[in-house]
C-alpha cells in the first residue's frame, strides 16, 4: 500500500523521471516500418459478441454487388455503437459532455498504459482492477503520466471468438467478467488526469455491476472508454503510445474505433 508521503511525492516524480513516456514514434517512422504497430482492434462480422441487452443485435453486413455480376463490389452494415472495439463517448453516460464527433482529436492520442491483472482474473472472474493494482503499476514503472489511457489486461480476450465464454452468463442471466473498480477509477479521472480507460471485456464496469459507476465517474470527467480491446498482451505495459479512430457519428454515444499501439 502506498504511504500518504509517496502520495504526495509522486507528482514531482512524473516531472522529472525517466520513466515519463518516451517522445512518440512521428508519422514518418511510423510510416516506414521503424517502429512496432500493435492492432488493438478486432474485424467487425457477424459473429462478435454484442451487450446481450434488450434492443441490441449482432453486425450485419449484406452483399450489395459484386465484381462478377456487376464489376464493383460494395455492401452495407448494421450496428450497434457498442459493438466490436469501440469507445464510448462521454455522454454515453453523462449529460452535457462531448458526443463522440466532438472528441477532441489531440484526446484521442495518448501515453499507453497497461495494468496487467489477468493472473487475479484467472481465479476470479468478477474481479476488478484496484487501487492497489494501480500503485504496484507506478511501483514499477513510474507514476502514470496525466492524459494517458489507462487499459486493465484480464486476459478475456482469449474468449473472444466463443461469445457464451466471453460474456460469461449464469443461468439467472448475470454476466462474470471483469472490470475496474470505483476507487480505481476515482484516482485515474481525480489524480492522474487520464484521457480515458480500456479494457478487453464488453465493460470497462464488471459483468455482476447494475448501476455502472465506473462509467458515470470517467464519463462524468468528459473521459472516454474503450471496450473489447485485443492484443493488449503482446504491448508494453508503459512507454507506448496509443492512437484511436472512433466512426464520427453526429450525436453518438460511441461507436467502432480503430486502435492501435506504436512504440520503439
Not at 509517496?6 to 520513466?19: A, E, K, M, N, V
Not at 443461468?171 to 484516482?187: C, I
Not at 481525480?190 to 480507460?197: A, V
Amino acid at each position: 500500500m502506498m504511504t500518504s508521503w509517496q502520495r504526495l511525492f509522486l507528482p514531482f516524480c512524473l516531472l522529472t523521471s525517466c520513466t515519463a513516456p518516451q517522445t512518440p514514434p512521428t508519422l514518418a517512422e511510423i510510416a516506414s516500418g521503424q517502429v512496432e504497430v500493435v492492432d488493438l482492434g478486432y474485424a467487425l462480422n457477424e459473429q462478435n459478441p454484442y451487450w446481450p441487452g434488450e434492443g441490441y443485435s449482432p453486425f450485419h453486413f449484406e452483399i450489395l454487388s459484386t465484381l462478377e455480376a456487376d464489376g464493383v463490389y460494395s455492401g452495407a452494415f448494421s450496428t450497434a455503437e457498442h459493438l466490436g472495439t469501440h469507445l464510448d463517448a462521454p455522454n454515453h453516460f453523462e449529460a452535457g459532455q462531448p458526443s463522440v464527433d466532438q472528441i477532441r482529436l489531440e484526446n484521442l492520442i495518448a501515453p499507453l498504459v497497461v495494468v496487467d491483472i489477468q493472473e487475479a482474473c484467472r481465479s476470479n472472474p468478477d474481479y476488478r482492477l484496484t487501487l492497489e493494482d494501480l500503485e504496484s503499476w507506478e511501483e514499477q514503472h513510474g507514476p502514470i503520466p496525466p492524459g494517458s489511457v489507462v487499459f486493465a489486461l484480464t486476459g478475456w480476450g482469449q474468449y473472444w471468438n466463443d461469445y457464451d465464454r466471453y460474456k460469461n452468463q449464469d443461468v439467472s442471466g448475470q454476466l462474470h467478467f471483469p472490470g475496474f473498480s470505483e476507487g480505481a477509477a476515482l484516482f485515474l479521472v481525480e489524480e492522474r488526469e487520464i484521457k480515458g480507460i480500456g479494457i478487453d471485456t464488453l465493460s470497462v464496469d464488471y459483468g455482476l455491476s447494475t448501476d455502472y459507476p465506473v462509467h458515470h465517474i470517467v464519463n462524468g470527467t468528459a473521459a472516454y472508454h474503450i471496450e473489447n480491446a485485443a492484443n493488449l498482451d503482446k504491448v508494453p505495459l508503459s512507454r507506448a503510445w496509443v492512437i484511436i479512430a472512433p466512426v464520427k457519428i453526429e450525436k453518438g454515444s460511441g461507436g467502432p474505433a480503430r486502435v492501435w499501439v506504436v512504440f520503439r
